[in-house]
């Protein structure tokens, strides 16, 4: 069985970075040997993340993809699953940024805060936390391309925690850039 073509060339490279950065924080690509099928999914919250997930899906719909939802039951988590070996071939985590246009560069932070972010509008700040600094550093050289501050700095560890991670704080005036992040849209209404 072929895989289904999908049309990567409807997204604009902000949207597709959006999709990669998404990937980055809460993507998976599984491939079932038994059913020989290809999935990649993302996993959201399911009541903070609505407008996120409407995104996503319509984002999938450009490229012809057919996206479906299940609710987790163990968490308040919406997965968004679609069933394609030519996007799991495409996206990926631990993309080279450097060698990508800068629209695609503002897109994937822009997936980032989405899916590892968290947006304070009484404090005014916007936070990504991952496990991997590395990715962070990635982020955080492509603010600094579009003259954004940013600072990255180890959490420490509290009951709840399995693994070390990373906090990085975005400047607010990220909110003034032509980003998509729905959490950092935030900000401004």
Known sequence: MRGREIK????????RGYLFGLFEGDGYKIYDKKSRHYHVEFYLNSEKDKEIIGFVVRLLSKIGLKANLY???????????????NLFNIIGKNIDLSKETKDFKLGYVSGMIDSEGHVNRKKSYIMVVS???KTLGKCANTLSEINISSS?????LNEKDKLFSYRMYISVNFKNKAHLSIKAGKLSR
């Open 131 to 133: 496990t991997n600094k």
């Open 71 to 85: 609710q987790d039951k163990r968490y308040n988590c919406k997965r968004i699953r679609v069933y394609s070996k």
């Open 152 to 156: 990255i700095s180890k959490r420490v």
């Open 8 to 15: 990567i060339e409807n997204l604009t490279h902000k949207e």
